[in-house]
């Protein structure tokens, strides 16, 4: 099957981090939200295959997920879950299926055959991949056209995520990282910890990664989170969901930018060889 080409410059954003906690699927989820709610069709796909749990911070409980694709029956379609009528859309993953973890270039081509043709149709790919470097992570991550890492404050999320970025330079060559600077006490403590990444990146790397920015501490969240409500639908008002809805705004200025250049290619690249 020929490579699915691109024709509504749908942008892939592989949304990743050093160690898991920091916030990634409740920013990948909310971040969906806030582009939906400006109008924008999103595909929100639970990439998490250890440890998925996007179906359960929407309270829902999909029959079918990713794992399915893999009997030759079951369709794109038939897995994908609505989530708002008119352009939000929900692909559940498999949780406790370790073996998805390590999924061999075979089981990726069997699976993204049936979602390229379903990915064309929005405008933005949102992919809330698992923590750490296993295969599928640096795999997803490295055929993404755009790759954000959740940091928080921590030295430790710090260190975690700069072994993502090094991972992912050293093997396939990639240079280009966006950061969101999750659970800061003040917009302001953002640059300070972007700061400390970037140094990181460029003394030792050559590099610097790009700041989309930061979202505040919030008790809005976990509480969004034990009512299974995202949290721009639950405290549209609270500082953590203005803060997302300001990166949804760089999110998008990205896909502008690169608007023509999404055109040309896929939606997910090729897979990319490893380096030795
Ligand atoms: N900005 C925030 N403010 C307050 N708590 C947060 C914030 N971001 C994340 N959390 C807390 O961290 C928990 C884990 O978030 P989650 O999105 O599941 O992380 P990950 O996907 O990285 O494992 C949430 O349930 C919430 O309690
Ligand atoms: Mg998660």
């Keep these: ?60 409980s999909p029959e079918k997920n990713l794992q399915d694709l893999f009997r030759p029956e079951v369709t794109a379609a038939e897995v994908m879950v609505p989530v708002e009528p008119g352009g939000f859309d929900f692909l559940p993953a498999a949780s406790g299926v370790p073996e998805l973890l390590e999924m061999d270039d075979d089981m990726r081509e069997v699976l993204f055959q049936k979602l390229n043709g379903v990915f064309g149709g929005y405008d933005y790919l949102m992919l809330d991949l698992g923590a750490g470097i296993s295969p599928t992570v640096l795999s997803v991550a490295a055929m993404s056209q755009m790759r954000v890492l959740v940091v928080t404050p921590e030295p430790t999320s710090l260190t975690d995520s700069y072994a993502v970025i090094k991972v992912l330079h050293t093997q396939y060559g990639i240079s280009d990282f966006h950061v969101l ?59 953590a969901a203005l803060d997302i809805v300001s990166g949804a705004v760089r999110l998008h200025r990205v896909r502008q930018q690169r608007h023509d250049e999404l055109l040309g290619g896929p939606v997910l690249g090729k897979i990319p060889t490893i380096r030795k």
């Excluded at 699927?25 to 709610?37: C, E, H, K």
């Design 1 to 60: 099957m020929p490579e699915a080409s691109n024709p509504n410059a749908t942008l892939s954003v592989a949304i990743l981090s050093g160690k898991g906690g920091v916030g990634k699927s409740n920013l990948t989820l909310n971040l969906s939200y806030a582009l939906f709610r400006a109008g924008h069709r999103v595909l929100l796909m639970d990439f998490d295959v250890g440890l998925a749990n996007v179906d359960v911070l929407l309270g829902l």
């Design 181 to 239: 600077v999750n659970q800061v006490e003040r917009v302001s403590d953002t640059q300070a910890t972007f700061a400390r990444l970037s140094a990181a990146c460029s003394h030792f790397l050559g590099f610097e990664p790009q700041l989309i920015g930061g979202v505040r501490h919030d008790q809005a969240l976990p509480d969004a989170v034990r009512r299974q409500i995202p949290l721009l639908r639950h405290a549209p008002k609270s500082p």
